[in-house]
């Protein structure tokens, strides 16, 4: 069945280093994927996302890298800051209008002062 | 703009009860889709309603039934509590448009005795 993984279950940054977390999806229809970040006791929050036609989109302090050759994906934060402390998702949405996303486990983010 | 709000927070009941969960969407949206977040399972799709009728749907038993409203206010069921139902309960909208992004509610907090 469909999936998606993510490669490190925990990445520990120095304060004001640039942070990238992987992801991969294994089906290729997937036309739309999704970051989100997640704190504790929170819902995930929309980061930025990135469709199959696209192969990089940025934001404020963020980066999404496609590649869909070998269906990987990273999120790039650059001068990660202690707020950026989280649990870090990536979604990918099947093809048609479907709201069904397929989540990675996750990855969380430590930011040492 | 209000966000996706989510009620109760938390809920404690047992084993073989039924319980109800609550969702309001974003204003102006008409899809509201669930999922079930645990730490062994991660973040798993229950199902998508759009103008009141579902249109996508899990892996989930029968126990798992949802419906949404005219105002486009869901609600999900779930009967015959097992222990293993105890997960954190998310709600996601968006308009219903074709690759958008789903918001995220803060979650009902499930634990089931």
């Known amino acids: 069945g469909e999936s998606v993984g993510l490669h490190l279950p925990t990445l520990s940054v120095q304060e004001g280093d640039n942070s990238i977390i992987n992801c991969a999806y294994s089906?290729?229809?997937?036309?739309?994927f999704i970051w989100y970040k997640q704190e504790s006791g929170k819902g995930p929050q929309f980061i930025i996302d990135?469709?199959?036609?696209?192969d990089k989109r940025q934001g404020q302090r963020v980066t999404v890298l496609l590649n869909k050759t070998v269906k990987h994906l990273s999120l790039q934060i650059a001068a990660t800051q202690p707020g950026d402390s989280a649990v870090y998702f990536c979604?990918?949405?099947?093809?048609?209008?479907?709201?069904?996303?397929?989540f990675g486990q996750g990855t969380t983010l430590q930011v040492k002062p | 703009k209000a966000g996706v709000t989510q009620t109760p927070r938390y809920l404690i009941k047992t084993r073989g009860q039924q319980v109800t969960l609550s969702c309001s969407p974003i204003?102006?949206?008409?899809?509201v889709s669930w999922y079930q977040q645990t730490p062994g399972q991660g973040l798993q799709f229950l199902f998508e309603?759009?103008?009141?009728?579902?249109?996508n749907k899990g892996n989930f038993p029968g126990r798992f039934s949802g419906r949404q409203f005219s105002n486009s206010r869901s609600e999900m069921n779930v009967s015959t509590l097992e222990l293993g139902d105890s997960a954190l309960y998310l709600c996601?909208?968006?308009?219903?448009?074709?690759?958008?992004?789903?918001?995220f509610g803060p979650g009902t907090r499930l634990l089931v005795l």
């Open positions: 990135i469709r199959s036609n696209m």
């Open positions: 089906n290729s229809a997937s036309d739309y």
């Open positions: 979604a990918a949405h099947g093809s048609g209008n479907t709201g069904k996303l397929i």
């Open positions: 204003s102006g949206h008409r899809s």
């Open positions: 309603y759009f103008s009141e009728t579902q249109r």
């Open positions: 996601a909208s968006r308009t219903g448009q074709k690759q958008e992004t789903q918001y």
